[in-house]
């Protein structure tokens, strides 16, 4: 049984920042890439950014530079640093990862961006 669940959203004024994380947990979750995706009101869920494996991280047009992803093997978390977050932002962001082919997903953590 694979579980991910995200945490830190919340409301933040434009320009601020925000960490998230995923804490995944059973078979497989450490040796596998881990992505996070976002999905604003009204809107189809759209690809954030990625890490390998191996570390290597992946972005967005629309968030490189803004955004960091990383992640704690030891703890099987991965985490997302939103900087300078815009209204365009404003969305919940999911924690995925693929194992033997199956996509799994947290449930998901509301960021806004609103003055």
């Known amino acids: 049984q694979v579980t991910l669940v995200e945490s830190g959203g919340g409301l933040v004024q434009p320009g601020g920042s925000l960490r998230l994380s995923c804490a995944a947990s059973g078979s497989g979750v450490s040796t596998t890439a881990m992505a996070w995706y976002r999905q604003a009101p009204g809107k189809s869920r759209e690809w954030v950014a990625t890490?390998?494996?191996?570390?290597?991280?992946l972005y967005a047009d629309s968030v490189k530079d803004r955004f960091t992803i990383s992640r704690d093997k030891d703890k099987n978390t991965q985490y997302l640093q939103t900087n300078n977050l815009q209204s365009e932002d404003t969305a919940t962001y999911f924690c995925?990862?693929?194992?033997?082919?199956?996509?799994?997903w947290g449930q998901g953590t509301l960021v806004t961006v609103s003055a």
């Open positions: 995925q990862i693929v194992i033997g082919g199956i996509e799994y």
């Open positions: 890490i390998t494996r191996t570390g290597i991280p």
